[in-house]
């Protein structure tokens, strides 16, 4: 789902190169609704605008098991809030509008295998987030036992 036509382009004849990536499907904002999308069957979408990626990658995050995809966010922006939001709609991977094309089939490849993908700028906020969680959780202490645990020596 791609809102820049020329980019779209581009970024197919790129793909296109690569003997491992198989495009199944492209459309700009106007042209397939997301049930036609989710019908084409693959495991990537590019998308380059998280307005667009919101329910798609939303999806993707709920759908979880096979025939799931995962979205990767490209051309964006450094910005935290819309990384974060990206995040938690289900987005695999982020990448920003100074991206080289090596780094987009890397972030391809890389999401396919299950992995996150992101610019260190935007992971530390990551971090960061997490480690804020973690402080506001309770600690979980194990309920205490019904048995009583011994140990025996002789000499």
């Given at each position: 789902?791609?809102?820049?036509?020329?980019?779209?382009?581009?970024?197919?004849?790129?793909?296109?190169?690569?003997?491992?990536?198989?495009?199944?499907?492209?459309?700009?904002?106007?042209?397939?609704?997301?049930c036609q999308v989710l019908d084409a069957q693959f495991d990537v979408l590019l998308i380059d605008s998280f307005q667009t990626a919101w329910s798609?990658?939303?999806?993707?995050?709920?759908?979880?098991?096979?025939?799931?995809?995962?979205?990767?966010?490209?051309?964006?922006?450094?910005?935290?809030?819309?990384?974060?939001?990206?995040?938690?709609?289900?987005?695999?991977?982020y990448l920003l509008k100074d991206a080289s094309a090596a780094e987009l089939?890397?972030?391809?490849?890389?999401?396919?295998?299950?992995?996150?993908?992101?610019?260190?700028?935007?992971?530390?906020?990551?971090?960061?987030?997490?480690?804020?969680?973690?402080?506001?959780?309770?600690?979980?202490?194990?309920?205490?036992?019904?048995?009583?645990?011994?140990?025996?020596?002789?000499?």
């Amino acid at each position: 789902m791609m809102e820049n036509r020329l980019l779209r382009e581009a970024l197919i004849r790129l793909l296109r190169k690569r003997s491992d990536l198989v495009i199944v499907g492209q459309d700009g904002p106007a042209d397939a609704t997301a049930c036609q999308v989710l019908d084409a069957q693959f495991d990537v979408l590019l998308i380059d605008s998280f307005q667009t990626a919101w329910s798609a990658a939303k999806i993707a995050h709920e759908t979880g098991g096979q025939g799931a995809f995962k979205a990767v966010l490209i051309g964006m922006e450094p910005d935290e809030e819309l990384f974060m939001a990206a995040v938690r709609s289900g987005v695999m991977g982020y990448l920003l509008k100074d991206a080289s094309a090596a780094e987009l089939v890397a972030a391809v490849r890389a999401v396919y295998r299950g992995e996150a993908v992101c610019p260190p700028q935007l992971c530390s906020r990551l971090f960061r987030f997490v480690a804020h969680i973690i402080e506001e959780t309770p600690v979980k202490r194990d309920p205490p036992q019904d048995r009583i645990s011994l140990y025996v020596s002789s000499n």
